[in-house]
């Protein structure tokens, strides 16, 4: 199994901009994605990516304001956040998919341990 470890969170303005990180131990042929778990709720779907980075796909409540990119060389996932809301306060996570696209989490088999990412008015 892969392991995987974000970083780039922080605590930021609303209007802010912050960078995610996911570095995986070995290379992943698979769609990965970026969830996001806030207190007293489930863990929900933000972006995912697919191995080559030519296909990607948003949660609407990101769309506009979120970029997701990998570097298969560096073995790393990001998550470029612009234009940052309170409501988009959370631990995200980073974690493998499979094959095709899919904003089920229960698709998706490997995890990291989450950053903070929090966002003040």
């Known amino acids: 199994q892969v392991q995987l470890v974000e970083s780039g969170g922080g605590l930021v303005q609303a209007g802010g901009s912050l960078k995610l990180s996911c570095a995986a131990s070995?290379?992943?042929?698979?769609?990965m994605g970026w969830f996001r778990q806030a207190p007293g709720k489930e863990r929900v779907f933000v972006a995912a990516?697919?191995?080559?980075?030519?296909?990607?796909y948003y949660a609407d409540s990101v769309k506009g304001r979120f970029t997701i990119a990998r570097d298969n060389s560096k073995n790393t996932m990001y998550l470029q956040m612009n234009g940052l809301k309170p409501e988009d306060t959370a631990v995200y996570l980073c974690?493998?998919?499979?094959?095709?696209?899919?904003?089920?989490?229960?698709?998706?088999?490997?995890w990291g341990q989450g950053t903070q990412v929090t966002v003040s008015s």
């Open positions: 990516i697919n191995w080559s980075g030519g296909t990607t």
């Open positions: 070995g290379r992943t042929f698979y769609y």
């Open positions: 974690a493998v998919g499979g094959r095709t696209y899919s904003s089920d989490s229960r698709n998706f088999g490997s």
